[in-house]
């Protein structure tokens, strides 16, 4: 018999959290009692997400992140749903192409920088304009540690999630001290949205990690619960590396 949520009395808005990493941070919000509303492209993904972490808890606004009108909407839906977001969770994003940086589109550069940068800084404008300027809270931007090495497989998503984890030490300092600003760069997680990166070889990719795995969505859910917590209320403007140990191997010797 499944024990009964108690209502945490706050809730939060998790981008990209139709499936994946996304997925796993707006279920673990809710598992420790959490209100929480979902975005995504997808509308039928987000209506199964919701019927699986319970509609009684969740709601869900279909649209693209880089869309300003379905950031407008998206936050306007959780206020009048829950009356408040206590947490906001940047997790939205895309990564339409592999290689260096020298010969790219640089359009293709543009649209990943509008859905991975540009938006998350909407949806935390709107979000601190809505409560948190004045009743405080945290937002929580999800990053890569691609973006804090040269990554020239994925070098676009790289320079993307660079300017992220800046955003975040910009908006940390801006917005405290009501507002906690922090972000999470994880490695490899096993999600269809990095399965390029080791699908057929897992086993060789997930023995170039100390621990001997590759991530999961619920180690980043987990990482992100923390971070929104008041276990963390002294904690802003750091980014928080979930990575298996990987960085371990870039030591010399």
Sequence with gaps: MTAEIKDSGRTALVTGASRGIGYAIAEALVARGDRVCITGRNEDSLKEAVERLGADRVIAVPGKAHDE?????????????FGRIDHLVNNAGTNPVFGPVADMDLAVLRKVFETNVV?????????????????????????????????????????????????????????AP?????????????????????????????????????????????AAAFLTSDQAAWITGQTLVV???????????
């Design 119 to 175: 938006s998350a800084l909407g949806f935390a404008q709107r979000t601190w304009k809505a409560w948190q300027r004045e009743n405080g809270g945290s937002i929580v931007n999800i990053a890569s540690v691609a973006g804090l090495s040269p990554s020239p497989f994925v070098a676009a998503y790289g320079v993307s999630k660079a300017a992220m984890v800046n955003l975040s030490v910009q908006l940390a300092h801006e917005f």
């Design 69 to 81: 009108a379905h950031q407008a909407v998206a936050v306007e839906r959780a206020m009048e749903a």
């Design 243 to 253: 990575d298996g140990g990987i960085y371990l191997n870039a030591g010399a010797g």
């Design 178 to 222: 009501g507002v906690r600003v922090n972000t999470i760069a994880p490695a490899v997680v096993k999600t269809k949205f990095a399965t390029a990166l080791y699908e057929g070889r897992e086993e060789q990719v997930a023995a170039q990690y100390p621990l001997g795995r590759l991530g999961m969505p619920e180690d980043i859910g987990g």
